[in-house]
């Protein structure tokens, strides 16, 4: 059984940065597309970005680009996701979310592609 579990939320001004972890239970890093969501009061979950735990690729959604870095330790079955420059509109819960790779890690942009989800950690960014 996966059990994903987050940390590293919090409370922070306009401009801050924070480090969100996600540690996995099982060795479902061997050959997995592992992803950060976030979701607001009111919208959809949307996709933030995505890492193949097999190898170096990643991807972001536009809205993240050049302020978060996805990033992993396979030792520690961990991931991360650094957030700099964090806005406003950045505030969310925030999931990892796990997929056996099938495909190219790009096209799960999901969350329906998602077998195995975090509980959620909150991100609070204040003006």
């Known amino acids: 059984q996966v059990q994903l579990v987050e940390s590293g939320g919090g409370s922070v001004q306009a401009g801050g940065s924070l480090r969100l972890s996600c540690a996995a239970s099982?060795?479902?890093?061997?050959?997995?597309?592992m992803s950060w969501f976030r979701q607001a009061p009111g919208k959809e979950r949307e996709g933030v970005a995505i890492?193949?735990?097999?190898?170096?690729?990643?991807y972001y959604a536009d809205s993240v680009k050049g302020r978060f870095t996805i990033s992993q330790d396979t030792a520690k079955r961990t991931l991360y996701l650094q957030m700099n420059s964090l806005k406003p509109e950045d505030t969310a819960m925030y999931y990892c979310a796990a997929v056996r790779r099938q495909r190219s890690c790009s096209t799960y942009t999901r969350p329906i592609d998602y077998n195995y989800w975090g509980q959620g950690t909150q991100v609070t960014v204040s003006s």
């Open positions: 099982a060795a479902t890093f061997s050959n997995a597309c």
């Open positions: 890492i193949w735990t097999g190898g170096r690729s990643t």
